[in-house]
Structures are given as C-alpha cells and as structure tokens.
C-alpha cells in the first residue's frame, strides 16, 4: 500500500511568492495532519482535519498560512506570501480517526517537503 | 510548558553498547505514548504506542517501557543502522500528539 504522499519534496522559494504544498492521505484514513520542524521548536502540529473539516488550527503561525482539504484524498497548505522564517521541513501525517478523544492514535508521516524561501 | 522532554538530546554508543533513552511527560490522563524513528532526510516512522504504566513492547533490538510519569527506549547492542533520532509524543488536550524535542542516536561501528 501506498503511505502518505507529499509534493514537491524540495521547494527554493523567494521572499514574498506564494508556495503550495501538496499531500494525499493514506486511503481510509479520515484524519490528515501537517506539521511543521525545525531544529529549534522540533515537531509542530500546525492544523488537523478530521472527515476532511479542519478541527484545530490553533498551531498555524499567521494568517499567511492556510490549508484545505476538498476532498478524503487531498490536501494542500499555502504559504503567502512567504518569508525567510518559514523555511522548514513541512510534513503531513494521517491516521485512521476512528478512536475519539479517548485513545492516541498512530499517525503515519509522509516524506516532508523541505522548504526553502530566500 | 514542556509536556515531552526527551534525554539526552543527543547519544553515541560503540557498536554492541547497550543504553536507553528517556522521555518523560507531564500530561495527565494518559492515552497513549507513542514512539517514532527519524532518519536524515525522511518523515518519522512508527514504532511502538503504550497505553498502561508496565506495558512493554518490542522489535528487534529496541523495547520500550512505560511507568506512569515516563518511558525508555532500551536498545540492546546497537548497530550502526540503529543510528537515527528517535521521538516520542504524547495526546494532549485536543492536540492528538505532541513531540518531544528527539534524542539523536548515533552507533558507531
């Protein structure tokens, strides 16, 4: 089976354009995850989706930064404009979404895209 | 407030040098502790979840432990290939898992 699929897996950017980020899920998984890392913050969760409706975007740094997801198997997060401070590793993760608050769940990553913005 | 913390931030072990890694966490309510490897260039990969202070899981040279505040990754005499960060993360609140900063392994040959 396929795992999670990100692209482009490398983007060099300049100051102010406006980048996208792509990711399909792991086929049944209802619950799709983006992240962000960095050397000094480590692994940040930047938004969540569950059944394709964002749940939490409380980590998403500005309002710069946006994420949809149209459908069960895609979906993608924009930067714009973009600045030198979010160069990063941005990665999207799934998970069945299926155990409620009551139990973690396993989340399955994808490759990241590494993000360069000059 | 840091609710995973991982140590040491980095370990170099000789080949077939035994050790563990820890990671402690502050959350209440515990709903699993998740364990994940990162190697260089790639996404985290799952390893192991723990629900229930004395559980214990395996795979191959690693096993993982569970007591009610923390949880080590024990890895018995270590290869080179075993050399990657390892991660651990928690739920917390409404956040489905939150990372610890990582410990860098490193295996030396």
């Known amino acids: 089976d396929a795992g999670v699929i990100q692209s482009p897996r490398h983007e060099v950017t300049e100051m102010g354009q406006e980048v996208t980020l792509r990711c399909k899920p792991i086929s049944g998984h209802n619950s799709l995850f983006w992240y962000r890392q960095t050397m000094m913050r480590g692994l940040e969760l930047l938004i969540y989706f569950n059944n394709n409706v964002p749940i939490d975007d409380s980590g998403m740094p500005e309002d710069r930064f946006s994420a949809k997801m149209p459908n069960a198997s895609f979906s993608t997060l924009k930067i714009q404009p973009s600045e030198p401070r979010d160069s990063a590793v941005y990665f999207c993760a799934s998970s069945l979404g299926t155990s409620g608050q009551h139990r973690g769940e396993t989340q399955y990553f994808g490759p990241g895209t590494r993000l360069l913005v000059l | 407030e840091d609710q995973v913390t991982q140590s040491p931030e980095a370990l170099r072990l000789q080949e077939g040098e035994s050790s563990s890694l820890n990671c402690s966490y502050t959350?209440?309510?515990?709903?699993?502790l998740f364990w994940y490897r990162q190697d260089p260039g790639k996404g985290p990969e799952f390893l192991f979840t723990?629900?229930?202070a004395g559980e214990e899981k395996e795979k191959e040279r690693l096993k993982a432990t569970l007591t009610k505040k923390e949880s080590f990754l024990h890895i018995t005499a270590p290869k080179p290939e075993d050399s990657a960060t390892y991660l651990c993360?928690?739920?917390?609140?409404?956040?489905?898992?939150?990372f610890g900063k990582g410990t860098r392994l490193s295996v030396i040959a």
């Open positions: 959350v209440s309510g515990l709903r699993g």
């Open positions: 723990l629900y229930s």
């Open positions: 993360a928690v739920p917390s609140g409404n956040t489905p898992l939150v």
